[in-house]
């Protein structure tokens, strides 16, 4: 086996497992088996996705108005479901809110912290 490729760099972008696990009792199919996408994340990578193919957004770069854009859909092409906020609480008392979403198609699990 070869050794020259190196270690494989992994960027998880989803909250603590614990709030994974509980987003199936909230009605999300099968939250620890599919993408979790922060919104922000999503967004600004999306967004710069934009800017660098979109021929528009090079005009606009190059003029006195200049361009925002965020990202309507998903991944998959779905429109982006709406964030709704839920509120956990741990074993310790502690709570946290988190705003979620499910995409219909792909299953993406879209969030933000509350």
């Known amino acids: 086996m070869s050794n020259s490729l190196g270690p494989i ?3 998880c972008d ?3 497992y614990p709030v ?3 987003s199936h009792s909230l009605g999300f199919s099968r939250p620890e088996d599919v993408r979790w996408a922060r919104m922000s994340h999503f ?3 999306r967004e710069s996705v934009w800017e660098l193919l979109n021929p ?3 005009k606009h770069t190059f003029s006195a108005t200049g361009r925002t ?4 859909n998903c991944s998959c092409g779905q429109e982006l479901p709406s964030l709704e906020r839920y509120l956990f609480t741990y074993a310790d008392g502690r709570q946290e809110a988190y705003f979620l979403a499910q995409c219909s198609h792909c299953h993406t699990v879209f ?3 509350g």
């Open 9 to 11: 760099e992994i960027t």
């Open 43 to 45: 967004h600004a990578e």
């Open 56 to 58: 528009l957004a090079w």
């Open 20 to 22: 994974v696990r509980a």
């Open 14 to 16: 989803a909250p603590s």
């Open 111 to 113: 969030w933000e912290e």
């Open 69 to 72: 854009h965020k990202a309507a």
